[in-house]
């Protein structure tokens, strides 16, 4: 079974400076996605960024990046010019490339706040 | 466009009796999950919903179940509450089963059990 591992259950980051949150996994398989979901104190969960495996290419999205290792399996979060409104529990989560495993499997989370 | 809507927001039940939730998903999207959310255990999978057939199931009792209606919204029931099942339930919706499509997640319905 697959399993996700975030290591740090608290950070903080001062605001406009540079973050990274760690997340390992687990698993046997070789074609799987990757996410990092951030859940803001109102409880809405949002995606921040997805993963393919397949790809080598770290994904980035504005201020978020991640760095994929797939040997590692590795997938740390980078969070640059760090907003207030970046303060929220950060969730990463894997889901199996395989269609009929399209649940996802969360690590236990890592708290953000971001100090002014 | 909409986004995924539970209702209700807030609940309160004593032990032993039973509730239902309700999941609107976004309009088009098929695939109707359940996650179970708390401090101890983080956000567990329930189940997967798709096109009125139950397609995945996680590790609950037999006392978590679900439906998906016609128009994709989708029902969970817990029978014989416990204190434990206190939670945020989220649901998440997607267009289709193929894993690469994106769950969007619903504001999440918060049980507490008494």
């Known amino acids: 079974a697959q399993t996700v591992t975030q290591s740090q259950p608290e950070m903080s980051v001062q605001e406009a400076e540079t973050v990274t949150l760690s997340c390992t996994y687990d698993?046997?398989?070789?074609?799987?996605?990757l996410f990092w979901y951030k859940q803001p104190p109102s409880r809405q969960m949002i995606l921040v960024i997805r993963q393919e495996a397949y790809k080598q290419q770290n994904a980035t999205e504005n201020r978020f990046s991640v760095n994929f290792q797939k040997a590692a399996k590795s997938f740390s979060l980078k969070i640059s010019d760090s907003q207030l409104g970046d303060a929220a529990m950060y969730f990463c989560a894997y889901r199996s490339a395989r269609g009929s495993q399209g649940n996802l499997i969360f690590g236990k989370g890592t708290k953000l706040s971001v100090k002014p | 466009k909409a986004g995924v809507t539970q209702t209700p927001r807030y609940l309160i039940k004593t032990r032993g009796q039973q509730v239902t939730l309700s999941c609107s998903p976004i309009?088009?999207?098929?695939?109707v999950s359940w996650y179970q959310q708390t401090p101890g255990q983080g956000l567990q999978f329930l189940f997967e919903?798709?096109?009125?057939?139950?397609?995945n199931k996680g590790n609950f009792p037999g006392r978590f179940s679900g439906r998906q209606f016609s128009n994709s919204r989708s029902e969970m029931n817990v029978s014989t509450l416990e204190l434990g099942d206190s939670a945020l339930y989220l649901c998440?919706?997607?267009?289709?089963?193929?894993?690469?499509?994106?769950?969007?997640f619903g504001p999440g319905t918060r049980l507490t059990v008494t």
């Open positions: 998440a919706s997607r267009r289709d089963r193929d894993p690469s499509y994106e769950q969007y």
């Open positions: 919903y798709f096109s009125e057939t139950q397609r």
């Open positions: 698993t046997s398989e070789s074609d799987y996605y």
């Open positions: 309009s088009g999207h098929r695939s």
